[in-house]
């Protein structure tokens, strides 16, 4: 019952953060296209990885500087508008889930699989 109410919490903190975002005034953050892929919330409900994935990969470390330099103002928004107890401490990460998955998909197009024949097909019935 409670993992369901956490992962409540996490789609709820997602969402209200994806809109928060759209208002930070950080140059660093709006230079590429960021969205937040996952959350997962501590059982505690202190402490909340955001998980973000960005469009062009050469200002990770920049676009992240200035979520962590926001982290502050967005988890002061987040407690106006969640009605929790304890407001999650924000700590971003990278997620590069979108990129392993190309990458994967390319390799699997690259083998070689002969496709089956209507015989084999009928064969293996």
């Given at each position: 019952?409670?993992?369901?109410?956490?992962?409540?919490?996490?789609?709820?903190?997602?969402?209200?953060?994806?809109?928060l975002l759209?208002?930070?005034?950080?140059?660093?953050?709006?230079?590429?296209?960021?969205?937040?892929?996952?959350?997962?919330?501590?059982?505690?409900?202190?402490?909340a990885?955001i998980?973000?994935s960005?469009?062009?990969k050469?200002?990770?470390?920049e676009?992240?500087?200035?979520?962590?330099?926001?982290?502050?103002?967005?988890r002061?928004?987040l407690?106006?508008?969640?009605?929790?107890?304890?407001?999650?401490?924000?700590?971003?990460?990278?997620?590069?889930?979108?990129?392993?998955?190309?990458?994967?998909?390319?390799?699997?197009?690259?083998?070689?699989?002969?496709?089956?024949?209507?015989?084999?097909?009928?064969?293996?019935?």
């Amino acid at each position: 019952m409670a993992s369901n109410r956490i992962g409540r919490i996490n789609e709820e903190i997602q969402r209200e953060l994806s809109d928060l975002l759209r208002e930070l005034k950080d140059p660093r953050v709006h230079r590429t296209m960021l969205s937040i892929t996952r959350v997962e919330t501590t059982p505690d409900l202190r402490y909340a990885k955001i998980y973000v994935s960005l469009l062009d990969k050469e200002f990770t470390k920049e676009t992240l500087a200035g979520l962590k330099s926001s982290a502050g103002y967005l988890r002061r928004e987040l407690g106006r508008s969640l009605q929790l107890r304890y407001t999650p401490e924000l700590q971003w990460q990278p997620d590069d889930s979108i990129t392993q998955g190309a990458h994967i998909l390319e390799l699997l197009s690259k083998l070689d699989i002969p496709e089956d024949s209507d015989d084999e097909a009928a064969f293996d019935r």
